[in-house]
C-alpha cells in the first residue's frame, strides 16, 4: 500500500535551515506529482509547495517563495524540502501529499523556529 514517511524536522534558530524528506513506497514514485502543506497550531492545514512528477513544474506559496525549495531524488524515492531564512511564522507540522485518489498523508514532521 501507500505509505509516505517525513523526516528531517527539529527546532532552528530564526534564518536558520532544514532539509525535511519524505519517502514513498507502493507506488510509481517516478510518475508521481507531491505537494508539501504544514499547519500551524490553532490554524487549518495548508498547502505550501508542489512539484510535477517530472520535476519540471515547481510553485510555492507567496510566504515561502525564495527560502524553500522543493525537489526530488527518483533514485531514492525521495522529496525534499529545503527550508532556509526560517522564521517564527514557519513552525508547524509539515506534510507530504501525494495528490491522487482521495490523497494520501505522511504522518508530519514538526518544525519548530525559535530562538
Known amino acids: 500500500q501507500v505509505q509516505l514517511v517525513e523526516s528531517g524536522g527539529g527546532l532552528v534558530q530564526p534564518g536558520g535551515s532544514l532539509r525535511l524528506s519524505c519517502t514513498g513506497s507502493g507506488f510509481t514514485f517516478s510518475s508521481a506529482a507531491m505537494n508539501w502543506y504544514r499547519q500551524a497550531p490553532g490554524k487549518e492545514r495548508e498547502w505550501v509547495a508542489g512539484?510535477?512528477?517530472?520535476?519540471?513544474?515547481?510553485t510555492y506559496e507567496d510566504s515561502v517563495l525564495g527560502r524553500f525549495t522543493v525537489f526530488r531524488d527518483n533514485g531514492k524515492n525521495t522529496w525534499y524540502l529545503q527550508m532556509n531564512s526560517l522564521k517564527f511564522e514557519d513552525t508547524a507540522v509539515y506534510y507530504c501529499?501525494?495528490?491522487?485518489?482521495?490523497?494520501?498523508w505522511g504522518q508530519g514532521t514538526q518544525v519548530t523556529v525559535s530562538s
Open positions: 501529499n501525494l495528490p491522487r485518489d482521495s490523497g494520501y
Open positions: 512539484i510535477s512528477w517530472g520535476g519540471d513544474s515547481i
